[in-house]
């Protein structure tokens, strides 16, 4: 099986910064894009930062300018630095990946991870 898990969410005040990371872990051969989605109470989930896809990192408009992803390809890794954190920025951040294997145990598809809450509130 493939496991994504996040670390680096909490509590920051408004104007803070926070940087997320999330670690694939099990069998597979590679992983294409990565990066990560949020949902907020009451809201649907919505794209946060995910690249490279075809050469580019594609930024949700809420978070454009305030949001940088990057990857350790060899430790199958994302990392989100993100700043000027805003309360509407509160939400369960989720890692995303799209897998690509040969192993029966963990087919190619996209994986999530369980999540993470980001809280920004003074």
């Known amino acids: 099986q493939v496991q994504l898990v996040e670390s680096g969410g909490g509590l920051v005040q408004p104007g803070g910064s926070l940087r997320l990371s999330c670690v694939a872990s099990?069998?597979?051969?590679?992983?294409?894009?990565m990066g990560w989605f949020r949902q907020a109470p009451g809201k649907q989930r919505e794209l946060v930062a995910v690249?490279?896809?075809?050469?580019?990192?594609n930024y949700g408009g809420s978070v454009k300018g305030r949001v940088t992803i990057s990857r350790d390809y060899a430790k199958n890794a994302v990392y989100m630095q993100m700043n000027n954190l805003k309360p509407e920025d509160t939400a369960v951040y989720y890692c995303?990946?799209?897998?690509?294997?040969?192993?029966?145990?963990?087919?190619?598809?996209?994986?999530w991870g369980q999540g993470t809450q980001v809280t920004v509130s003074s």
């Open positions: 690249g490279p896809d075809r050469g580019r990192t």
């Open positions: 099990g069998r597979f051969d590679s992983i294409d894009s």
């Open positions: 995303y990946a799209a897998v690509r294997s040969s192993y029966l145990s963990s087919p190619s598809g996209d994986y």
